[in-house]
T-cell receptor, first 116, second 109 residues
Framework: NAGVTQTPKFRILKIGQSMTLQCTQD?????MYWYRQDPGMGLKLIYY???????DKGEVPNGYNVSRSTTEDFPLRLELAAPSQTSVYFC???????????????FGDGTRLSIL | GQQVMQIPQYQHVQEGEDFTTYCNSS?????IQWYKQRPGGHPVFLIQ?????EVKKQKRLTFQFGEAKKNSSLHITATQTTDVGTYFC?????????FGTGTSLTVIP
């Protein structure tokens, strides 16, 4: 059982480039999340999804986009990379049904992204 | 906006000493979770508290949720080197989890 898998693990981008961070989970969880973690800081919620076809903004959504076409996958898209987006990005999933979930979250290993 | 603050930001202890981290929210929380993140790793779920005044124990770890459901604490008795890492609280309100800034624990052998 792989849990939550994120790719790539590391990436360096130039300002203005775009990329997609991949996230997939094999636990059949309805809820999926994207967080960013800046050095010495907590996690800030970027976007979340309560199920396939449904996404919503978190605390810091500007500069990012997401889609959720399947239960398993929740990619995060950066369209015009900026230095302020240098961070570690974590994807997570949790079980539950309904409009919200307060269940434990299972995290992937993270993607370390630098924008120069 | 919603804020969840944690103190202290850093804590260095001698092995065998106790350790406590505190989490405070500006608003009432539905529930609170605690996570541990080892250096270079990802957050790992430790426990969830739901009821006002709730206390839960996991071996040397004691978790408390305040009566007003706006604060929480994690206490580790007799720290070990395996306790090293950053401890985060995550408060649930308004359909979202808000993570605290974390407390980084260093244990000196």
């Amino acid at each position: 059982n792989a849990g939550v898998t994120q790719t790539p693990k590391f990436r360096i981008l130039k300002i203005g480039q775009s990329m997609t961070l991949q996230c997939t989970q094999d636990m059949n969880h309805n809820y999926m999340y994207w967080y960013r973690q800046d050095p010495g800081m907590g996690l800030k919620l970027i976007y979340y999804s309560v199920g396939a076809g449904i996404t919503d903004k978190g605390e810091v959504p500007n500069g990012y986009n997401v889609s959720r076409s399947t239960t398993e996958d929740f990619p995060l898209r950066l369209e015009l990379a900026a230095p302020s987006q240098t961070s570690v990005y974590f994807c997570a999933s949790s079980p539950g049904t309904g409009v919200y979930s307060n269940q434990p979250q299972h995290f992937g290993d993270g993607t370390r992204l630098s924008i120069l | 906006g919603q804020q969840v603050m944690q103190i202290p930001q850093y804590q260095h202890v001698q092995e065998g000493e106790d350790f406590t981290t505190y989490c405070n929210s500006s608003t009432t929380l539905s529930n609170i979770q605690w996570y541990k993140q080892r250096p270079g790793g990802h957050p790992v779920f430790l426990i969830q508290l739901v009821k006002s005044g709730e206390v839960k124990k996991q071996k040397r770890l004691t978790f408390q949720f305040g009566e007003a459901k706006k604060n929480s604490s994690l206490h580790i008795t007799a720290t070990q080197t395996t306790d090293v890492g950053t401890y985060f609280c995550a408060g649930y309100t308004g359909n979202q989890f808000y993570f605290g800034t974390g407390t980084s624990l260093t244990v000196i052998p």
